[in-house]
């Protein structure tokens, strides 16, 4: 038995030297039981990630590990000095000058179009004429080797013309600054509703950023082919934009470019388009130099490079009656795009959609404003929008039931979508699949929260400066891409004549098991071992057009689109089996390494040497596109989301009012993953996202000064979860039913719907600072110590 399993079947861990206090005696719960995986078969089983052991003995290849081909050659970046300003010139003479250096490179070198090939089209290749966010990249060094470029790229003397900077978003909003137009969406009369409400509030919360940090930074190697033909190797969620970006770049065809990710060392959305950066970069260096260039920002670079989580502004009003549930609501949303658009779009458009998360907005109105500042181009973040989204509801939640002396979770309950009424978004979908109540009826249970809550009541009353909160929170999270058109997936399936099988698909591999869950349907649909199932490095020039490894949806769309590759090879192979046996082709079974009709089995790898040796067709292609899907982008409304996935979070957590100092002390998950694929990497993927959410609102906090310059830069101010932050009580199970909607293998997607489990810890620390102060309670994330401090002292 595992320490996660004993943890499971023996309750809580209690320590005597615990801070909290006195720990409540929690039984063990046995989870309900869920579906079986079949009896043989490898989906349903908690097979070890396909590149475990590579990785644990150093072994797993990332782009930096690929043995560099000879003349290979090193770039480092030229970064803007100020935040906004006129570049008037730059001057490479002592970078030139300097041992090893080959080249600078700078826009004019561009041979394509400029402008990078992003959907709004206003981002430059390299700034020329103006510099808009301190690290903004000018052009590159190139020299024989990394030190020696990044030496160089020091040494390059800019001369900018300062401009006026606008770094704060509400300056953005007052200068009527965006990087797109703002979007409105309402429902009923919000006004009137608000008006006629018996009581309501208003309110302001700012919620920051977040850095991505990834282990594997940035990088991406280029390498010029035959014929003006290029291979590029990118840690990449997004191998064909990488391809169209470069392309375009080069003005060149698509055709001639060949993207290839074998894996990442994380993404998290940092990958998404941030990733076409740097192969635009090398492969404009290694068009000119005609030779293969590399390029790999350091942690610094990349910080003041690359975009972030966007940071968000809100002003609320809202109606609510005695109970808590509510009457009306006007909301005002202020996301701080950056320089540039990216994806701060859907990202926007995403934050609206989830501002509901899993309650009932009969009258709302919403303002969204994508606002232009002197920072660097805010992009995707595990979440999309989605978490900004629902910490503001939560937070209104957990304000009105502050304001009437309620349990927030009672508050909760009151406002979740119902069954047969109360269950139209605010946006026109029909919530069909709704598993709120029940789902938090049994966590409240299980979490023994009631029980807590009078225990934490106790000992605040008798604490004066150890205080304590805990909080329930639930998430209702849409799956697909907002963008219908990228809910499209491709695969190839290949069986060789020994019977062993190869599949390729258009996901990308960065550390999450999506090729582990696509070999374990691929070998089930074909009926042989896990092991003899290999998922091969993402490759435009395999699978063409593939969408983003993005919005949850990996699994979902390329582990069907494998599995209908599969089934093809499948329908193939019993098709032959029916001749040699004459029987139906519906009568042949692939199950244990075995064919098997009503006249006998054969081992796998001899009907694959039969059916080569007569001709049959032993590989194939997938495709899948969801289904249902429909959504109108000029007016938000349709149905984006394919199904929802749906969890709830209990956390327990403890302030030192002196200090401002916090600690999460115990937390208890149940998340809805369907019928699950791999329960250990979906058990992962709960744990870390929680943990990454917890570091969003507790730590992570992203600085900039009065000039623009992010003084966050480096692990050493900018401080992402450690060990010691996870509480020893962190409890996960899942909720026992499959995917109500057609989904491969009944199974749910587990990305991001987790990250907004830990929107709890911010609900508990606000309960923490009105258990020490009564009143309002505004409590800004990141909730730093110092952040909290000033909650105590509003």
């Given at each position: 038995m595992n320490a996660r399993e004993q943890a499971h079947n023996e309750g809580p861990v209690s320590r005597a030297d615990n801070p909290s206090g006195p720990q409540l005696a929690v039984p063990p719960v046995t989870p309900p039981p869920g579906p079986q995986p079949p009896a043989h078969g490898a989906a349903g089983r908690s097979h070890k990630h396909e590149s475990a052991r590579a990785q644990v003995a150093g072994a797993a290849t990332y782009v930096d590990d690929i043995a560099e081909v000879r003349g290979t050659l090193h770039a480092a970046p030229i970064l803007s000095t100020v935040a906004h300003g006129r570049l008037r010139g730059v001057d490479t003479r002592a970078a030139l000058a300097m041992p090893g250096v080959r080249e600078v490179i700078l826009a004019g070198d561009v041979p394509g179009d400029p402008l990078l090939a992003t959907f709004v089209h206003d981002e430059p290749v390299f700034a020329s004429s103006t510099v808009e966010h301190i690290g903004q990249v000018i052009g590159l060094v190139i020299a024989g080797s990394v030190m020696q470029a990044r030496r160089a790229a020091r040494r390059v003397l800019l001369d900018i013309d300062e401009l006026p900077a606008i770094l704060q978003v509400r300056d953005a909003l007052k200068a009527e600054n965006y990087v797109l137009p703002p979007v409105f969406v309402k429902r009923g009369d919000a006004a009137q509703a608000l008006k006629s409400a018996p009581h309501t509030l208003s309110g302001q919360l700012e919620v920051g950023g977040q850095e991505h940090f990834y282990l594997e930074g940035q990088v991406a190697y280029v390498l010029p082919q035959e014929q003006n033909q290029w291979l590029v190797y990118s840690s990449t969620q997004h191998p064909g934009e990488v391809q169209h970006w470069v392309s375009h770049a080069l003005g060149i065809s698509n055709h001639a470019v060949r993207v290839e990710c074998r894996r990442m060392g994380g993404g998290?959305?940092?990958?998404?388009?941030?990733?076409?950066?740097?192969?635009?970069?090398?492969?404009?260096?290694?068009?000119?130099?005609?030779?293969?260039?590399?390029?790999?920002?350091?942690?610094?670079?990349d910080f003041m490079v690359t975009g972030k989580r966007h940071p968000f502004a809100y002003d609320y009003s809202v109606g609510f009656d005695n109970s808590g549930r509510l009457h009306g609501l006007k909301l005002v949303m202020l996301a701080n795009c950056g320089f540039s658009a990216?994806?701060?779009?859907?990202?926007?458009?995403?934050?609206?959609?989830?501002?509901?998360?899993?309650?009932?907005?009969?009258?709302?109105?919403?303002?969204?404003?994508?606002?232009?500042?002197?920072?660097?181009?805010?992009?995707?973040?595990?979440?999309?929008?989605?978490?900004?989204?629902?910490?503001?509801?939560?937070?209104?939640?957990?304000?009105?039931?502050?304001?009437?002396?309620?349990?927030?979770?009672?508050?909760?309950?009151?406002?979740?979508?119902?069954?047969?009424?109360?269950?139209?978004?605010?946006?026109?979908?029909?919530?069909?699949?709704?598993?709120?109540?029940?789902?938090?009826?049994?966590?409240?249970?299980?979490s023994q929260y009631r029980r807590r809550r009078e225990a934490i009541s106790a000992w605040n009353a008798g604490s004066p400066v150890i205080k304590r909160g805990i909080a329930i929170t639930p998430v209702k999270f849409g799956i697909s891409f907002t963008a219908t058109l990228f809910n499209q997936a491709g695969a190839l399936v290949h069986v060789y004549t020994d019977g062993s099988v190869q599949v390729n698909h258009g996901g990308t591999e960065m550390g999450q098991g999506l090729n582990t869950k696509v070999a374990q349907i691929v070998a089930d649909e074909l009926g042989v071992a896990f092991e003899d199932v290999l998922a091969t490095a993402s490759d435009t020039s395999k699978i063409p057009n593939a969408s983003a490894t993005a919005a949850s949806a990996g699994t979902d769309l390329n582990a069907r689109a494998a599995q209908y590759a599969a089934r093809n090879v499948r329908d193939n192979l019993a098709q032959f089996v029916s001749g040699l046996d004459n029987c139906g082709a519906g009568a042949v079974?692939?199950?244990?390494?075995?064919?098997?009709?009503?006249?006998?089995?054969?081992?796998?790898?001899?009907?694959?040497?039969?059916?080569?040796?007569?001709?049959?067709?032993?590989?194939?292609?997938?495709?899948?596109?969801?289904?249902?899907?429909?959504?109108?982008?000029?007016?938000?409304?349709?149905?984006?989301?394919y199904y929802f996935a749906y969890g709830a979070a209990c956390t327990e957590v403890a302030i030192d009012t002196l200090t401002g100092e916090s600690r999460v002390l115990k937390v208890d998950i149940l998340h809805d993953v369907g019928t699950s694929i791999n329960p250990a990497i979906d058990i992962g993927q709960i744990e870390g996202g929680f943990v990454q959410g917890m570091g969003w609102l507790t730590t992570e906090q992203l600085v900039w000064n009065d000039k623009g310059y992010l003084s966050t830069h480096a692990p050493s101010t900018y401080k992402i979860p450690a060990t010691g932050d996870i509480p020893e009580h962190f409890k996960v199970d899942f909720w026992p039913e499959p995917n109500r909607e057609d989904n491969v293998f009944g199974s749910k997607a587990v990305g991001e719907p987790p990250f907004m489990l830990a929107i709890s810890v911010l609900e508990a620390l606000k309960e923490a600072v009105a258990a020490a102060r009564p009143g309002e309670v505004r409590l800004d994330a990141p909730a730093t110590a110092e952040n909290v401090l000033r909650a105590l002292k509003a």
């Open positions: 998290f959305g940092g990958k998404e388009t941030q990733a076409g950066h740097l192969a635009v970069w090398a492969a404009i260096a290694a068009n000119k130099l005609k030779c293969p260039v590399k390029l790999r920002l350091d942690r610094d670079d990216d994806l701060s779009g859907p990202v926007a458009d995403r934050a609206i959609f989830h501002t509901d998360n899993a309650y009932f907005l009969e009258d709302v109105e919403i303002a969204s404003y994508r606002c232009k500042t002197n920072t660097q181009s805010h992009t995707a973040f595990r979440g999309f929008g989605g978490p900004q989204g629902v910490v503001l509801i939560e937070s209104i939640l957990g304000d009105i039931a502050r304001h009437l002396g309620l349990d927030p979770l009672d508050v909760r309950k009151h406002n979740l979508y119902g069954i047969d009424d109360r269950n139209v978004t605010h946006y026109q979908m029909k919530v069909e699949d709704n598993i709120l109540a029940p789902l938090l009826s049994k966590l409240e249970q299980t079974s692939f199950a244990g390494g075995k064919i098997s009709s009503p006249k006998g089995s054969r081992p796998f790898p001899e009907v694959v040497r039969l059916a080569y040796a007569n001709r049959i067709q032993l590989w194939s292609d997938g495709f899948y596109r969801t289904p249902k899907i429909h959504y109108d982008k000029t007016t938000l409304t349709g149905r984006p989301f």
